[in-house]
């Protein structure tokens, strides 16, 4: 079992910037792809990042050049750095772990609690 904890969301002005946290309990995070999505009120999760268990890297258009995915596989860690936001970005963030790599987020089997990110005009 796979235990995912984000933390780092928070209430920002538009063009602010945030770094989320995502802490893995599990021992072979190395192994893992790790994903970023997002839920806004009244609308579906939405992909935001993804980083395989090689490095490569995949961004949602809507925050390609804005956002930067990382991992630290010494410290089970992912985080995703929220540059230059906008009050559209207002959303739940959550963090995934699965084996596989989808921008699909049915597809994951492990999720965090999320944590919240909140961007005013």
């Known amino acids: 079992q796979v235990r995912l904890v984000e933390s780092g969301g928070g209430s920002v002005q538009a063009g602010g910037s945030l770094r989320l946290s995502c802490a893995a309990s599990e021992y072979a995070f190395s192994s893992y792809c790790m994903g970023w999505f997002r839920q806004a009120p009244g609308k579906g999760r939405e992909f935001v990042a993804i980083?395989?268990?090689?490095?490569?890297?995949t961004y949602a258009n809507s925050v390609s050049g804005r956002f930067t995915v990382s991992r630290d596989n010494a410290k089970n860690t992912l985080w995703l750095q929220l540059d230059s936001l906008k009050p559209e970005d207002t959303a739940m963030y959550y963090c995934a772990a699965d084996r596989w790599c989808s921008i699909v987020g049915n597809s994951w089997h492990y999720w965090g609690q999320g944590t919240q990110v909140t961007v005013s005009s």
């Open positions: 980083i395989s268990a090689g490095g490569s890297i």
